[in-house]
């Protein structure tokens, strides 16, 4: 009986050690696992950290791209209108020069009149009535042409007004299209390289 017990002490205390053992095993085991998983978790947290990295990397240069690219088509866009300002300034110096002259024929009319009226009165006081109806005749033919002349110059001023206005209206149009155009193709340039 004494040694029945005892073989069966040691077999059951054979049994917990093996069961110890298969625990202490099967911890490890598990251990073992979850430091891989661990592992396996934190490279794959690198490799989208990387790709994360990348991609922003490269959406900044996209982007710096696109700036430059509009920076550059505003500064074209500046520049024309620069040179289109340009043109409408010396359109309307020359309009300016244009009506100067005409005011310059208008005085010099003015002042030959005035010296018609001193040839008058000097032929009124000499009792000139030959020269007294030949002045006013000339008087009145004068008249018509200077009335005809101040209206062919304001006729001329204002074509030339009408003209600069209407290359002023056409300038404006076509630069509205153009500035259109160059944002258009600013935008699809810019998407263009955020596709690629």
């Known amino acids: 009986l004494f040694q029945e017990r005892s073989v069966i002490t040691k077999e059951l205390t054979a049994r917990r ?15 073992n696992a979850t430091q891989a998983k661990i592992k396996t978790g934190q490279e794959q947290a690198k490799k989208e950290q990387d790709i994360v990295t990348v991609l922003n990397r490269k959406a900044i240069n996209r982007l710096a791209k696109t700036h430059k690219a509009i920076h550059q088509a505003q ?5 024309k209108q620069q040179i289109r300002k340009q043109h409408f300034v010396e359109g309307v110096l020359k309009l300016k020069n244009d009506i100067e002259k005409s005011g ?89 390289r955020v596709d690629d």
């Open 104 to 192: 310059a024929m208008m005085r010099s009319r003015t002042a030959n009149r005035d010296k018609q009226i001193q040839q008058e009165k000097q032929s009124i006081v000499e009792g000139n009535t030959d020269g007294i109806v030949r002045h006013r005749l000339q008087e009145r033919m004068l008249a018509r042409k200077k009335g005809q002349d101040l209206a062919d110059a304001t006729l001329r001023e204002m074509e030339i007004m009408a003209r600069i206005n209407e290359q002023h209206r056409q300038d404006s149009a076509q630069e509205a299209k153009r500035h259109e155009k160059a944002l258009v193709a600013v935008a699809e340039s810019a998407s263009n």
């Open 75 to 79: 500064t074209a866009i500046e520049g």
């Open 17 to 31: 050690k093996q069961a110890e053992t298969r625990r202490g095993l099967e911890r490890e085991r598990q251990e």
